[in-house]
């Protein structure tokens, strides 16, 4: 499930070469690039990449039709939030023509933000990505630690925030919006706090089993072989 991805905003001053087996995929003042075999469904206005899913009938989100893409620009990205679950990364045009992103609450695979700084009074050339070594090959060196940050790391480990141990490069993190080419971000468009009842709700195991099937026959719908895991903890435990 390895999503090999790289947005760079600004691309005209990119300096690196990539092979010609990626996808390059033109979106506003961005590029984006991708392996051949990343799963990705474009248009004039959007691109989503990855694997997602219809939350009414957990069917496989196949093509972005020019109602829904409508309404993720004018919900700055909630419509997806609302619609859509599983293992992805949003990218759009907001109606000011800025490129927006959107990382998928849980499961969005991990993307990292950098920019590269040019000659005083330009605008530095910044870049969304997923894989390091495609990052670094498109002219961004990623190459110096960040001791702070390495600290941090090691005095509290299980502390999980947007800093990464390199300089200049950080997390978008689940569920967070990014205006890219803007230095503060939106606030994020989902939060655990919003699926948490006010009144506590005894599951059936019924319906547990239907839920639980119903993710399991989506994911295999999409490959040859799935694997489940259940990690030991409470929540686990009692599914079990």
């Given amino acids: 499930m390895s999503i090999r991805i790289a947005l760079v905003l600004d691309p005209i001053h990119a300096s690196g070469a990539v092979d010609r087996s990626k996808m390059k995929i033109r979106l506003g003042s961005a590029q984006i690039y991708a392996n051949a075999s990343t799963p990705t469904r474009s248009n004039r206005y959007a691109v989503l990449v990855g694997w997602a899913f219809r939350r009414d009938t957990s069917a496989a989100y196949e093509a972005l039709g020019a109602s829904d893409t409508a309404s993720i620009r004018a919900s700055g990205g909630k419509w997806a939030i609302d619609h859509l679950w599983g293992n992805y990364l949003l990218f759009w045009i907001g109606p000011d023509d800025a490129v927006h992103l959107l990382r998928a609450p849980l499961t969005g695979p991990a993307i990292y933000l950098c920019s590269e700084p040019k000659a005083e009074g330009s605008e530095p ?91 399991v026959e989506a994911w295999a719908s999409r490959f040859h072989h799935v694997q489940l895991e259940l990690s030991g903890g409470l929540d686990s435990s009692i599914i079990a």
């Fill in 125 to 215: 050339t910044l870049c969304a990505f997923t894989d390091l070594q495609l990052a670094r090959t498109l002219g961004f060196p990623l190459d110096q630690p960040d001791p702070a940050a390495l600290d941090r790391e090691l005095r509290f480990p299980l502390l999980r925030g947007a800093t990464t141990g390199l300089c200049g490069v950080r997390e978008v993190l689940p569920g967070e919006v990014v205006r890219l080419g803007f230095p503060c971000s939106r606030p994020a468009i989902w939060s655990p706090w919003d699926h948490v009842p006010a009144i506590l709700k005894r599951a059936a195991a019924a319906e547990l089993r239907n839920l639980v099937c119903g993710v």
